[in-house]
């Protein structure tokens, strides 16, 4: 679905990572991130709510309406910006795929699969879920 591009990843993780894929950050690499970039109180409700979905799943429908907005769109696009911010901090390469750039950004914090339309269910990696707790986020 996506191609990676962007900086050399050779040295980026160790045996001991729990990283599964170059696009996925270290738990440190998101820690580092989280504390690094400016939030709004409704991105960081939206963390909140990935993180606290039962199975770390949510749609974009559900992102949405965390911030009082309505439509997998907005949810989807607002949730995007935000994960771009996270990947830029934690220096996680950029994807480069057949959908837009904020569902690909995405792909940084979260596994994604379509529904039918244009929905998108995210499923918050691992790595992500245990640097909100060591932040005290979640």
């Known amino acids: 679905m996506f191609e990676l591009i962007g900086r050399d990843d050779a040295n980026h993780h160790t ?8 696009h996925i950050g270290r738990p440190e690499d998101y820690v580092r991130a989280l504390a690094e970039i400016e939030m709004s109180s409704c991105e960081r409700d939206m963390l909140r709510a990935h993180a606290k979905a039962p199975g770390r799943k949510i749609t974009g429908t559900k992102l949405a309406e965390t911030v009082g907005h309505f ?3 907005i949810g989807n696009k607002k949730y995007g910006r935000l994960a771009a911010k ?6 996680l390469p950029m ?5 837009s750039d904020y569902l690909a950004a995405i792909f940084t914090v979260a596994e994604g699969t379509q529904g039918e339309g244009e929905d ?17 986020m979640v």
């Open 95 to 99: 994807c480069k795929t057949d959908v």
């Open 86 to 91: 996270i990947a830029i901090a934690a220096g």
């Open 120 to 136: 998108w269910t995210w499923e918050m990696h691992d790595n992500v879920v245990k640097a909100l707790e060591s932040s005290g």
């Open 15 to 22: 045996q001991s990572d729990t990283a599964t894929a170059p």
């Open 71 to 73: 439509g997998c769109r």
